[in-house]
T-cell receptor, first 114, second 114 residues
């Protein structure tokens, strides 16, 4: 079983839709969870960072972590064409998340159609 | 907003040649990383660096690879004798001290080995 699994998509939605992106993981030692957005041939851009179960909201983005199910989600409300990108989940088991490696999912390619 | 800067953006090299990829992390950050992404594949961890030494490295980071922070601002990745399979996007990332922060990535260097 892969450490982090993410449906690569592609996922196509109309503008204004609510988007749900998900990752599952197998390593119960993961404590820190991040969502990155990556445009083609660019570096990953940090969107959300959390280390506890529950929800964290930032504008149109909500990150959700369920450690008991080893499942994380990113919700995008009122999606815009500019949200079209690849979304990567990433996780770390390093204490205080310092100096350790991130394990990335495959990335989900999202396309928001006007 | 502070950025992680990587140079060059694209480098083409002959197989067997040495290459040095350069990064300028964000000034108050203390943890530094190199990741790579082969086209169409996951972002993979190479190495983390803290307090002038390697904290952790992956199986990919063999004797052909080395990292250095020569002058307190630059952070370099050297590949001694490049192989065709080293062709990838190489991303530098940095992180401030404290548990509440994710990693900031640079825009990457696209390395093509011919």
């Amino acid at each position: 079983q892969k450490e982090v699994e993410q449906d690569p998509g592609p996922l196509s939605v109309p503008e204004g839709a609510i988007v749900s992106l998900n990752c599952t993981y197998s390593n119960s030692a993961f404590q820190y969870f991040m969502w990155y957005r990556q445009y083609s041939r660019k570096g990953p851009e940090l969107l959300m960072y959390t280390y506890s179960s529950g929800n964290k909201e930032d504008g149109r983005f909500t990150a959700q972590v369920d450690k008991s199910s080893k499942y994380i989600s990113l919700f995008i409300r009122d999606s815009q064409p500019s949200d079209s990108a690849t979304y990567l989940c990433a996780m770390s088991d390093k204490i205080y998340n310092q100096g350790g490696k991130l394990i990335f999912g495959q990335g989900t390619e999202l396309s928001v159609k006007p | 907003e502070p950025e992680v800067t990587q140079t060059p953006s694209h480098q083409v090299t002959q197989m067997g040649q040495e290459v040095i990829l350069r990064c300028v992390p964000i000034s108050n950050h203390l943890y530094f990383y190199w990741y790579r992404q082969i086209l169409g594949q996951k972002v993979e961890f190479l190495v983390s660096f803290y307090n002038n030494e390697i904290s952790e490295k992956s199986e990919i980071f063999d004797d052909q690879f080395s990292v250095e922070r020569p002058d307190g601002s630059n952070f370099t990745l050297k590949i001694r004798s490049t192989k065709l399979e080293d062709s990838a996007m190489y991303f530098c990332a940095s992180q401030p001290p404290g548990a509440d922060y994710g990693y900031t990535f640079g825009s990457g260097t696209r390395l093509t080995v011919v």
